[in-house]
């Protein structure tokens, strides 16, 4: 595999690389300092990042029907403060040093992971906002494969793949296909994978999520099919005292009887996670975008 690209030239994104260095040099506060920090800037991205803000409330209404106006307001208030916590301490993950980030991560039920390693697994990884923190952390200890997506802004893009590839592992953008993670599978590097957004009609099926139909990929069951792996889910929180990533057990029968069962079971399961810690998942990515024939998008203002 080759390195990452080589970062793009500097005129036109100075501005983006003055506010990356600040977010860097940022990171090195203590970690109270970090969260008190966070949670004003969530309190200010709530009122001033409207687009997100109506994302985020279209969301849990769909997702919590029965709860009050001013409960889901509350809720996506907390979910801002806590992702913009997450935002000030990734940098933490992306270019802090490794002993700081073994204090502040603590990995549950890593036997789980030691018995399979060699053999094809995919780590299932929703997207809570912690999640770089935890992937980051078992990387540290073995060799992996990741995708992500491709930021617009090219600085941010190089940022963001240097820093996910500062430990030994292989980054593959969404672009090169899950056919280039299963070449690497196969030699048994776990996949870190992350199943849960709206990528279009395209490889998806419409399943419950919250008792919402919603385009889910179909990749984790058929990458089952291609290589016969185990499912690991994987979620990571965010603690007072800093990070707790969990395995749990693998899901039965992670393939079958059919794709479309097989990728309702994973909605199931993620679901489960979401609402033991619902201000921690990504509620401001337009999970309910793409539609069955006929619906119109929620998203409407």
Known sequence: MSGA???????????????????????????????????????????????????????????????SERERHRLGREHFQWFMRSILERFIFWFGPAERIQALVRIEGEE?????????????????????????????????????????????????????ERFPGIVLSRQQGVRAAVRVMREGVPFYYLPDMDLGARDAVFVPFFGVPAATVTA??????????????????????????????PLEDPAGPDIESATAR???????????????YLWSHKRFKTRPPGEPSPYVD
């Open 5 to 67: 690209p080589a970062d793009p030239p500097v005129r036109g994104y100075l501005g983006t690389r003055l506010g990356l260095a600040l977010l860097t040099a940022i990171s090195r506060l203590p970690l109270p300092v970090l969260r008190v920090l966070g949670g004003l800037l969530g309190t200010l991205a709530w009122w001033l990042a409207r687009p997100r803000r109506h994302v985020t409330l279209v969301n849990l209404r769909l997702c919590y029907p029965d709860m």
């Open 266 to 280: 994973m909605n199931a399961f993620i679901e489960a996670r979401v609402r033991e810690m619902p201000a921690q």
């Open 220 to 249: 984790t069951a058929r990458l089952v099919q291609m290589t016969g792996a185990t499912v690991l889910p994987f979620v990571t929180r965010m603690t007072p005292e800093g990070y707790v990533g969990t395995f749990h057990p």
């Open 112 to 164: 789980v992971l030691d018995q399979l390693l060699g053999k094809p697994v995919i780590i299932l990884a929703p997207h809570f906002v912690a999640l770089d923190a935890g992937g980051l952390r078992l990387a540290m200890k073995s060799r992996f494969v990741t995708m992500y997506q491709r930021q617009k802004n090219p600085v941010v893009d190089a940022t963001m793949r240097r820093g996910r």
